[in-house]
């Protein structure tokens, strides 16, 4: 079973009602077990359009899939649970779901590329993510999640 750390946002609707069933469901996905789930955090949207603030925690899980088959699950999931396909990057959703870290692999392909590329520079992931892991590896930047939170400046986005 890989350790898997993900990220789980949502702005619209009743976005902790949302972020509550997602993490039912993930639980139904063949292969993968809910350890535990971080604290909701709202935040301040990054880029995109005018919209509402988010709700953001982190999940860890268990898990017998590969990576792949990993993002398929999720982004199923997440249809399963309202989010239509846009064409506007950042924009407002129900739900969302990304895969932050699984184990300490490092990999990038045109769909996936794990350590989730932004996950360092993020406030929103790294506090939750610092409240269930701080002793865990980035592991291409080789620092604890906790130290990485520390080095972000207090003017970025929550």
Sequence with gaps: MAQVFLGVGSNEGDRAAQISLAAQRLSRIPGTRLIQMA???ET?????PP?????????????????????????????????????VRWGPRPI???????D???MSTPALTIPHPRLHERRFVLEPLAQLAPDVRHPVAGRRIIELLAGLSAAEPA
């Design 104 to 106: 300490d692999l490092v």
């Design 44 to 48: 301040q949207p990054v880029g995109g």
């Design 51 to 87: 919209q509402p603030d988010y709700l953001n925690t982190v999940i860890e899980a268990e898990t017998s899939l590969e990576p792949g088959a990993l993002l398929a699950a999720l982004r199923a999931l997440e249809r399963e649970l309202g989010r239509v396909p846009s064409s």
């Design 96 to 102: 969302d779901l990304d895969i932050l870290l699984y």
């Design 39 to 41: 604290p909701l955090y």
